[in-house]
């Protein structure tokens, strides 16, 4: 048996906040039938997020047991809430499914990369500064949480550079086609090396 037989990949969306990594990593898990990993958070669900589905929605107290207990493989702190990916998710997920995806900020593809070394696959998201601007806007979120994840465009940017595969995200669909392409290639050559 190849060991090209027994890889696994976990793809990372990643880049700065309003980039598209949700909508782009969605569409092509969709196409793909990938296997999405979730992460748990503290903060409150938002109109049209779903438990199970866009997080696990978890109290303060829970997310710090659990962090005790070293049931997280990476945690941040962001504008007061705790997010984090638990190991055991991926391995579960892994166990039946060798290809998933997870939607990150560069911290946490970083610490993922890390963990989990070449099975890590960083896809990296951006666009100009304006256009994340509009677009978390239009997407209804508050100027002032616009303004603050802003902040941190420049730092997010940096990440770039290490990350295995990076797309401007200009034309959604054009995006999607691209990515779907570079997975298929992993898919495809799984397959090959099946023979
Ligand atoms: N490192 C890390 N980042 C996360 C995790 N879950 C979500 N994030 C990122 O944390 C940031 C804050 O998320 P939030 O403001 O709630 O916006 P969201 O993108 O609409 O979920 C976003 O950049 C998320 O992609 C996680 O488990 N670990
Ligand atoms: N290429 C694009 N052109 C215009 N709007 C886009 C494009 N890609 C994503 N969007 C929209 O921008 C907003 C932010 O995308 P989202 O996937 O939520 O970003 P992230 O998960 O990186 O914060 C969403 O409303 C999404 O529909």
Not at 83 to 100: M, P, S, T
Not at 151 to 173: G, I, K, R, T, W
Request: glycine share 6%; net charge negative.
């Amino acid at each position: 048996m190849s060991q090209a037989k027994e890889r696994r990949h976990l793809f990372v969306f990643t880049g700065p906040d309003g980039s598209g990594r949700k909508t782009i990593a969605d569409m092509v898990g969709t196409t793909l039938e990938l296997k999405k990993v979730l992460s748990y958070t503290t903060r409150e669900a938002r109109q049209g997020e779903q438990e199970d589905q866009d997080y696990h929605f978890i109290s303060a107290d829970a997310f710090r047991t659990e962090e005790r207990n070293g049931a997280f493989v990476e945690t941040v702190f962001i504008g007061g809430f705790y997010y984090g990916v638990k190991k055991a998710d991926i391995e579960r997920l892994w166990a039946e499914h060798r290809f998933v995806y997870v939607i990150l900020n560069p911290e946490g593809a970083h610490l993922l990369k890390q963990a989990f070394g070449d099975a890590v696959i960083r896809l990296f998201l951006y666009a100009d500064r304006e256009a994340l601007r509009h677009r978390q806007l239009e997407r209804g979120d508050g100027v002032a949480l616009v303004e603050e994840r802003l902040a941190h465009y420049e730092a997010a940017m940096s990440y770039l550079p290490q990350c295995e595969y990076a797309f401007e995200n200009v034309d959604l669909s054009h995006t999607v086609f691209s990515i779907t392409n570079v997975i298929e290639q992993y898919l495809n050559r799984q397959l090959l090396n099946l023979d």
